[in-house]
């Protein structure tokens, strides 16, 4: 195992994951866990599930790949709409997408019909932040292409919200989906199945309003593995924001000049940020890159400063925390530190369960200031999507 390793305590998505589809339950709202960025892990998967979520849903082809090598039944959901050129693995990976595009439903038709399946087809509305959407009146355009296709089954609506230009969910725009749905539904008369709001930046929305409407799914990300609103990204109430720790290894310690000297240009990754104080700064440089996380997304334990990150090093001011060559620091991670952390194959991804004995005291620490024991793990997550492309 490599000291460079992001573990995640399925304890704690579990835990979040039950958290919120109780609290959701009250109004009529279901889960599905999505898990693009986990890269589709099985394990981060299994966890949702155990916690409640209805199903999973995955951006990736490959990552829903993934979790149908290891997963039987629950029902599985491309969120992006499908790729022209992928149609076929789409029906064969997935029992529902997302979609806006009439050439694409006739690639999944065909597709389905030789793979003799039937593909569930959830339709995507625009409500105002201008990603992927179906425009309100053209809606009822699109519904009859999915009901002419014998191998499509239209199983309901759904729209995505605060993703492109971070417009807020609110009983305007969730009402404007309640009130297509019941117009559809007399059009056609039919009844749709599956209402999907949108994504974790819905909650709020969904667990203070007087009514839901229609709305009778959530697809839920973020929420669920950092514990955090996306709106704001506050932590929500009784949810981990702890269940991902980044673990690097120190490689130099030194005591240097808080400021630099010589002439002064651009740094690796542009302009360096201004340091303000004088004297001196206890360093350490962790083996950690910009290729491997995002260091806006890092959130490095108490005591801690980041000084800066180039493709392989991480600099940080210890402070007075006693640091050594070949200590670990383990951090936090926000999103986008996530996701990036996730991708990097030289990130080992580690998953952590509290052993199911009757007095478990095993509970995986939250970051903290450097140690010297390497914590062995069980490694879970070896099959990445990345070698399976
Ligand atoms: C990413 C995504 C989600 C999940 O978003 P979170 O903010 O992580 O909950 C849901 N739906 C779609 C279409 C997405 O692209």
């Known amino acids: 195992m490599t000291a460079l390793r992001l573990a995640t305590d399925l304890d704690k998505v579990e835990h979040n994951t039950r958290v919120l589809v109780d609290r959701l339950a009250a109004t009529g709202i279901r889960v599905t866990g999505i898990t693009k960025a986990v890269l ?130 609110d009983d305007e725009n969730m009402g404007a989906l309640t009130g297509l749905v019941e117009n559809i539904e007399a059009l056609h008369g039919i009844c749709l199945d599956v209402v999907s709001g949108g994504n974790s930046a819905n909650l709020s929305w969904a667990l203070h309003t007087h009514d839901v409407g229609r709305i009778d799914e959530l697809r839920l990300g973020e929420a ?67 290729q491997d996380v995002d260091p806006a997304g890092l959130r490095p334990p108490p005591g801690i400063t980041l000084l800066g990150m180039s493709s392989d090093h991480l600099v940080v001011d210890h402070g007075d925390h006693r640091v050594a060559v070949g200590d670990e620091i383990g951090f936090g991670v926000a999103y986008s530190a996530l996701l990036r952390a996730m991708t990097s194959p030289y990130v080992t991804k580690i998953g952590h369960r509290r052993p199911a004995t009757p007095k478990a005291t095993h509970v995986p620490t939250p970051p903290q200031g450097p140690t010297r024991r390497p914590v062995p793990d069980i490694e879970v997550g070896g099959d990445a999507p990345a070698h399976a492309q």
């Not at 996306?230 to 490689?251: C, K, M, N, S, Y």
């Open 224 to 290: 669920i593995l950092l514990g955090v609103d996306p709106l704001d990204r506050t932590p929500i109430p009784g949810l981990h924001t702890d269940a991902f720790t980044l673990t690097a290894e120190v490689i130099e310690v030194a005591i240097k000049p808080a400021q630099p000297w010589g002439d002064r240009a651009q740094a690796a990754f542009g302009e360096a940020p201004v340091r303000t104080s004088g004297g001196t700064v206890h360093q350490a440089i962790l083996a950690v890159g910009r």
């Open 40 to 169: 589709g892990s099985p394990e981060v998967a299994a966890a949702m599930l155990r916690g409640g979520a209805c199903g999973l849903g995955d951006s990736r082809v490959p990552n829903l790949a993934r979790l149908a090598s290891h997963d039987r039944s629950p029902l599985r959901t491309l969120i992006r709409s499908p790729m022209l050129s992928q149609a076929g693995r789409v029906v064969a990976v997935a029992d529902v997408s997302l979609n806006t595009e009439a050439a694409v439903l006739a690639a999944l038709d065909r597709a389905a019909s030789r793979q003799k399946r039937t593909h569930g087809v959830v339709l995507m509305i625009e409500l105002g932040d201008l990603r992927e959407g179906i425009a309100l009146d053209d809606t009822p355009q699109a519904v009859r292409t999915v009901l002419g296709h014998s191998c499509l089954r239209l199983v309901g609506l759904g729209a995505n919200l605060a993703c492109q230009n971070g417009v807020v969910p």
